[in-house]
């Protein structure tokens, strides 16, 4: 089977964009911007049909490449990249899959970006009582050649209720349980980035699952949804 890929020409238009990021360029370039954003949204269309061989995709969402400018220093109106979002079907799936294409900038997202005020207490007893299947899937060889460490923000102490000498606090201070992977500008324009996409998601499954079944029961192990 082959598979849609991202063209050079659509990296080409963001470096451009990049460095004419003003409305008049973008007016005169606009059938330039729609042509590449239809490769990447393709490209995002096919990764979900792939993607639904092993998971559950409900929707794949593409970002507006307009930027909010109504409370930041920098004016630019355009992004000067291509993203997605794919979420997962039902309640007792968590978790999400994010993919950033921009010149020198590529990368893949996973997890949980901004938890909820109850889910991330949820997580955070979790780690409290037991994090022992955690710390086995950092460990997994493909895992973490794939993804390396978890990732995101954490708080500069311990949260409140919670011991600032527990052995799993760099778990319980985070804010952000999320994983990423970058890629070259030449890896994202081979044939082969779809299927490495594929492919990284697929490894990242396992973590999903905890954290589904984490965020869908309490702590007793007994189920939140019907």
Known sequence: MLHPKINKETLEFLKHLKHNNNREWFTENKSRYTKEQANFKGFMATLAQEMNQHD?????????????????????PYKSSFSGFMSRKGNHRRGGYYVHIEPGNSFLGAGFWKPEKDDLLRIRKEWEMDAQELKAILREESFAATWGPLQGDSVKTAPKGFDKEHPNIDFIKKKQY????????????SADFLPNVNRAFKIIRPYFDL????????????????
């Open 211 to 226: 954290m589904s079944n984490i965020l869908t029961t309490n702590l007793n192990g007994e189920s939140l949804i019907d």
């Open 178 to 189: 999320i994983f990423q992977k970058s890629f070259t500008d030449k890896e994202v324009v």
């Open 56 to 76: 559950a995709i409900e929707k794949s969402k593409l970002f507006r490449i307009y930027r909010d400018i109504r409370f930041s220093k920098d004016k630019t």
